[in-house]
């Protein structure tokens, strides 16, 4: 054979949502099926296959998808290089969608997303046993995708999102490193996302720049200390004027530090003090929902 290995595999996926609310009842069934053939080679990976989704809800839709993927090792062990080109359908149902945004209306039903291209490329490396790190390029093309407006009927101080969607095309670098001490660690992570929209002005309350700083240490077998920074860049909600014509709210980044204290006397006992926006910054990640200023929480865990 011209491979060293080969082998076939078939994922099958069954994503099923049932929405109960007192405006509507919908249940959402996405089927997903996954078949690859993967060629293996001695510095080399190659995998195509097909990636097949049928969704059902008030009607069905049958899409297919090619999967190309290969991977090489630059550096045995310790540098990869990876690039490919897929797609699929994606399901946003509502727990998906609140951990985005905590603020998104009850009535939120399913979304489904269509990455009608996706083409990739990564390298991945590791130094030492030590300091993983990975730079990501992803150009995407999505129908329907998920964007987040303030409810303009319901009126409130503060109005609950509902989820529109847009076709938007995008282009992201992702960057992450990590060092993994014994007593000591610390990550950083960021991206950077160019969104083309379609019908909306921008994509709503998506920041072009999102990074994260972390890192923690054993002072001893009972005192550790962590600390997060977070940092995004300028995004845009979608607002009105008097004319109800739509405009542009620019939300402001910020950086945000927090620090963390947790002492254990025994193994099965803890107590934690936490000191949030250290640097008391007052900001809105999301439109008409203030951030709180600097603030602290202390609690204790046992476990049994």
Same mark, same amino acid.
């Given at each position: 054979t011209f491979a060293k290995s080969q082998y076939f595999g078939l994922n099958i996926q069954v994503?099923?949502?049932?929405? $109960? @609310?007192?405006? $509507?009842?919908?249940?959402?069934?996405?089927?997903?099926? @996954?078949?690859s053939y993967r060629f293996l080679f001695d510095e080399y990976?190659?995998?195509? #296959?097909l990636k097949t989704d049928f969704e059902s809800d008030t009607v069905s839709h049958l899409t297919i998808y090619p999967l190309i993927e290969g991977r090489v090792q630059l550096i045995p062990d310790r540098l990869t290089a990876q690039a490919g080109? !897929?797609? #699929?359908?994606?399901?946003?149902?509502? !727990?998906?969608l609140r951990l985005t945004n905590p603020f998104i209306s009850s009535l939120t039903g399913v979304v489904t997303s269509n990455e009608r291209f996706n083409i990739f490329a990564s390298l991945k490396g590791n130094i030492a046993q030590r300091v993983d790190l990975e730079a990501r390029f992803e150009s995407k093309i999505i129908d329907n995708m998920p964007l987040y407006v303030n409810d303009t009927i319901r009126k409130s101080p503060q109005r609950r999102f509902d989820v529109i969607t847009d076709d938007i095309n995008l282009i992201k670098l992702i960057f992450s490193a990590r060092y993994s001490g014994d007593d000591f660690h610390v990550g950083l992570q960021g991206s950077w996302t160019k969104y083309s929209t379609n019908a909306?002005?921008?994509?709503?309350?998506?920041?072009?720049?999102? #990074?994260q700083l972390e890192g923690g240490v054993n002072v001893n077998k009972q005192w550790s200390v962590n600390t997060e920074i977070y940092t995004w860049s300028n995004s845009y909600a979608k607002t009105w004027n008097q004319e109800n014509i739509?405009?542009? $709210?620019?939300?402001? #980044?910020?950086?945000?530090l927090n620090l963390g204290v947790n002492y254990h006397p025994v193994s099965q006992f803890s107590v934690f003090l936490n000191l949030n926006?250290?640097? @008391?910054r007052h900001y809105e990640r999301?439109?008409?929902y203030p951030s709180y200023g600097f603030n602290a929480m202390a609690g204790a865990s046992f476990s049994f």
């Open positions: 994503d099923h949502n049932i929405l $109960k @609310n007192t405006a $509507k009842n919908a249940t959402t069934t996405l089927f997903e099926l @996954n078949p990976q190659v995998t195509i #296959g080109i !897929n797609g #699929g359908l994606i399901n946003h149902n509502f !727990n998906d909306e002005l921008y994509a709503w309350n998506c920041p072009a720049f999102e #990074g739509p405009v542009a $709210k620019v939300l402001k #980044g910020a950086t945000d926006n250290i640097l @008391n999301w439109n008409l």
